[in-house]
């Protein structure tokens, strides 16, 4: 059963830094694409960075500039570096695996860690 274990997400004020890690645990990590999703509240779960397991990377419009992915397949770990952070960015994000190319994740979630961005 594969579990994922998201981390570093906390309150940060409006343009500051923010690394959000991942780690999973009963799958063999190196072979699939994984993505970091979030949710704000009242809104849909949304897609915003993925990184295949050749470490091409794909990010959403609201993400390109300011946020980076990265793997370490050593450590079954996935990151977000998120950069420039916005008020618009509050919301509780996970990671999983789509099933690329399509969105939708191929596993059950996290609990998720949230981020909160204000003054």
């Known amino acids: 059963q594969v579990q994922l274990v998201e981390s570093g997400g906390g309150l940060v004020q409006p343009g500051g830094p923010l690394r959000l890690s991942c780690t999973a645990s009963?799958?063999?990590?190196?072979?699939?694409?994984m993505a970091w999703y979030r949710q704000a509240p009242g809104k849909q779960r949304e897609l915003v960075a993925l990184?295949?397991?050749?470490?091409?990377?794909n990010y959403a419009d609201s993400a390109k500039g300011r946020f980076t992915i990265s793997r370490d397949n050593a450590r079954d770990t996935v990151y977000l570096q998120m950069n420039s952070l916005k008020p618009e960015d509050t919301a509780v994000y996970y990671c999983?695996?789509?099933?690329?190319?399509?969105?939708?994740?191929?596993?059950?979630w996290g609990q998720g860690t949230q981020v909160t961005v204000s003054s």
């Open positions: 990184i295949t397991s050749d470490v091409s990377t």
């Open positions: 009963g799958v063999i990590f190196s072979r699939y694409a």
């Open positions: 999983n695996a789509p099933l690329w190319p399509r969105r939708e994740p191929r596993w059950d």
